[in-house]
């Protein structure tokens, strides 16, 4: 997906994509942020941050740097009640504009899914974030089931070029988390690695907690 339209997507669904989110992909995000058993004091990365629906779960005594490439999406996320030290800044994943070593954890919902590379992407958290720092992913994903990986064959041109809903969010329904994490050679060990393999191909999705193991 190239990025001029993700951002051109998400800037039009920013009013409405917290309202999309609660009807297709309502999920408790509280358990995610917890997985991090952040500390006070200790700097998180929130990898496209987008309307902000993971802050008001992170505690207070936490910085967390939320990122973007959308503006109105920031916004949004500015209205949201928060405890923690937030700064919100337009950024892509991609090519992040922060030292090795930055952060002491990480967490990115409904992201990889997005991006147009997800292992450059992931690459990118680890550089920044610290050897033995913990990643929670929340995201869409690739079902294991092959009867529900057909219809996701099925829908993967228009969720990725027409968006779903049409023209609000635009995601790769075929988002494989196997080779991402298991076949990349990335500096990870595997925590936790939880699937939701819907009978729905729109509603299968993944939690996953990574530790950093670079050297």
């Not at 405890?83 to 919902?109: K, T, W």
């Not at 729905?200 to 993944?206: E, Q, T, V």
Request: charged share 25%; net charge negative; with cysteine.
């Amino acid at each position: 997906m190239h990025i001029d339209n993700v951002i051109e997507a998400y800037d039009y669904s920013a009013s409405e994509y917290d309202a999309i989110m609660e009807r297709y992909w309502n999920i408790d995000r509280q358990p995610l942020i917890d997985s991090l058993q952040l500390q006070p004091g200790q700097k998180v990365l929130d990898a496209a941050v987008g309307t902000g629906l993971n802050l008001p779960a992170f505690p207070a005594q936490v910085q967390v740097i939320g990122i973007d490439l959308s503006q109105k999406m920031l916004n949004e996320a500015r209205k949201k009640p928060i405890c923690a030290d937030i700064i919100l800044q337009v950024m892509d994943l991609h090519q992040l504009n922060f030292s090795d070593n930055s952060f002491d954890a990480a967490v990115s919902g409904f992201t990889l899914c997005v991006v147009t590379d997800p292992v450059e992407v992931l690459e990118e958290i680890l550089r920044v974030t610290k050897s033995g720092a913990l990643i929670a992913i929340l995201d869409y994903c690739k079902s294991r089931n092959p009867e529900i990986e057909k219809w996701q064959e099925l829908i993967y041109e228009a969720s990725s070029q027409l968006g779903f809903p049409r023209g609000k969010i635009k995601w790769n329904s075929l988002m494989d988390y196997d080779k991402l994490i298991y076949h990349s050679n990335l500096a990870i060990e595997v925590i936790k690695d939880e699937r939701i393999d819907d009978p729905n191909p729109f509603l299968c999705g993944c939690e996953i907690l990574l530790r950093n193991t670079k050297q």
